[in-house]
């Protein structure tokens, strides 16, 4: 079973994204910042990582700058209900997020999106 690490501050949206991921037969580990899924990831490997942009006290882009910064190159979907695209472009062409996605969220693209970032060789737990 792959494992995703599921960063979202907002109970609701956590509650919906872990049901149905769990639901397509993954395990998810829950966070509610970046901070949180920092020492989630620290401690054990994931599969991939879905993560919120807006979060106290670790917003998704200082989190995905940390993963990246200690070599972490696994596969990371950023999801905003604010797109810009300063956080666009900051967020996949500078820190390597895979793909950015906004809000509210089709499971359905979300599950392609997730499907072919795992098949696609670059998913390698850490």
Do not use: W
Not at 36 to 51: H, K, N, T
Not at 81 to 101: C, D, N, R, T
Request: proline share 6%; no cysteine.
């Amino acid at each position: 079973m792959q494992k995703v690490l599921l960063t979202e501050d907002d109970p609701l949206t956590m509650h919906v994204l872990q049901t149905f991921l769990q639901s397509q037969n993954f395990q998810v580990v829950p966070a509610s910042d970046g901070t949180e899924a920092m020492a989630l990831l620290e401690g054990q490997p994931f599969d991939i990582v879905i993560s919120d942009i807006q979060m106290q006290p670790m917003d998704g882009l200082t989190f995905l700058r940390s993963v990246r910064d200690k070599g972490n190159n696994m596969p990371f979907i950023i999801m905003t209900a604010h797109p810009k695209i300063e956080s666009y472009i900051q967020a996949v062409h500078m820190l390597g997020a895979f793909e950015y996605i906004q809000k509210p969220l089709d499971l359905d693209i979300l599950m392609v999106v997730i499907k072919r970032l795992l098949n696609s060789g670059k998913a390698a737990t850490s």
